[in-house]
């Protein structure tokens, strides 16, 4: 029988996740989309969910009752707020999947949590794993020895070295490039096309080449 599967957040990435599912389906995955659930869509919101005739069953709330079997990803990018979603989650025992687009390629030894999001055309190579709720967006590159904790977000066309460390619920901006064997700290924003050539501190945002 398809897996159930609910989208929490039917904002832009909500609607991009959506597509990740019709993909992993069309690539012989047993996915069945059930909805998106979210508190407040906006009315653009709503008229793309009703354009793709999707529905949206309910405010987070729904989620209480949920059956068991439903397996939820989170559509949104905000690492607080996936924490806190999460948490939810887990409190009440859902099923936990993983989204990896077909046109994604992973190499050996990579391991992923449940509630991760990987787009199409990321490219991960060996020993690497990605934490809870993760999402790595279009065309990211991830090298060898990459340790990716829970909650953290990658936007599109990020170049991630070998050996980095990302701390839970950062944000990497589109386009940057982390060197290799550098630790970015916990709650941290790197702004888009920045160039990380140094430890960032947890809590800092950096930006710019070099990023400071
Ligand atoms: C860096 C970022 C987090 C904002 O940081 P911020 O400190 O709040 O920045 P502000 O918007 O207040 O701008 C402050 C200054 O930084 C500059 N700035 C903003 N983003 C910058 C960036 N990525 N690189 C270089 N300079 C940047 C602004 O031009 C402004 O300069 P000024 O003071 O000379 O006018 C944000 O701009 C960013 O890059 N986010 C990434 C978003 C992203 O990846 N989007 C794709 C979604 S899929």
Not at 48 to 61: F, H, K, N, P
Not at 175 to 204: C, Y
């Amino acid at each position: 029988m398809a897996r159930p599967v609910v989208i929490v957040g039917c904002g832009g990435f909500g609607r991009e996740v959506r597509d990740v599912i019709d993909a992993c389906i069309a690539n012989g995955e047993d996915w069945y989309f059930r909805g998106y659930v979210d508190d407040d869509p906006s009315s653009a919101n709503l008229a793309a969910v009703e354009r793709s005739q999707d529905e949206i069953l309910g405010g987070v709330d729904w989620l209480e009752n949920a059956p068991k079997d439903t397996h939820v990803f989170i559509g949104i990018g905000t690492g607080s707020v996936k924490a806190r979603i999460d948490a939810t989650l887990i409190r009440l025992g859902l099923s936990e999947g993983v989204l990896v687009h077909p046109t994604a390629t992973l190499g050996r030894d990579v391991t992923i949590a449940g509630g991760s999001v990987v787009c199409a055309g990321v490219r991960m190579t060996t020993n690497i794993h990605l934490g809870r709720h993760v999402h790595v967006n279009l065309n990211t590159t991830i090298g060898h020895d990459v340790e990716i904790a829970d909650h953290v977000s990658i936007n599109p066309l990020v170049a991630i070295s070998g050996n980095v460390r990302i701390g839970e619920r950062s944000m990497i901006g589109t386009h940057a490039a982390i060197l290799q064997g550098l630790d970015v700290g916990p709650d941290s924003i790197v702004g888009g096309s920045a160039l990380v050539v140094r430890n960032v501190e947890e809590s800092s945002t950096v930006k710019g080449v070099p990023a400071r």
